[in-house]
């Protein structure tokens, strides 16, 4: 993490040559934080994944950020659904997330998305890719 905030650093004073422009970028990757370390504690996000958007989101400007969550999360959703058509799991895993909304909702809590169920966790999707590919098509946009 301390070589992701160096590299910000550096990029930030050889790009803007502005010190608040790393401080903006640091207030940034706070939010991140905040905003997906719950999910993290939920095991829903796994904490590389969280620390890999804190970085990423530390190298855009703001008015790249929301695209680049949007593409990630989009390009992780078709590999998703691929994985679940291939592995013949698509019902049984909306009745599995049909039920921990329901259990949410119930409880008014919000429990572990991956308490008893190894099986379920197993065909689980990996982040990186989908922030790579994000990553890529916001840098593709700039023209870099």
């Given amino acids: 993490m301390l070589s992701g905030l160096l590299l910000i650093w550096v990029i930030s004073m050889w790009d803007?040559?502005?010190f608040?422009?790393?401080l903006v970028s640091c207030l940034d990757m706070a939010i991140v934080f905040l905003l997906f370390y719950p999910l993290f504690t939920r095991r829903m996000l796994g904490a590389g994944d969280v620390k890999l958007m804190m970085l990423c989101t530390g190298l855009l400007n703001q008015g790249e950020v929301l695209l680049f969550f949007f593409l990630s999360f989009l390009f992780a959703g078709v590999v998703s659904l691929v994985k679940l058509v291939v592995e013949r799991?698509?019902?049984?895993?909306?009745?599995?997330?049909?039920?921990?909304?329901?259990?949410?909702?119930?409880?008014?809590?919000?429990p572990v998305y991956f308490e008893e169920d190894k099986q379920l966790f197993s065909?689980?999707?990996?982040?990186?890719?989908?922030?790579?590919?994000?990553?890529?098509?916001?840098?593709?946009?700039?023209?870099?």
């Fill in 89 to 110: 799991r698509v019902f049984e895993r909306v009745k599995y997330l049909a039920e921990y909304v329901r259990k949410t909702v119930l409880t008014r809590q919000l």
């Fill in 123 to 144: 065909s689980s999707v990996r982040l990186a890719g989908p922030i790579l590919l994000g990553m890529l098509f916001v840098y593709g946009r700039r023209g870099l």
């Fill in 20 to 22: 608040s422009s790393f």
């Fill in 16 to 18: 803007k040559q502005d």
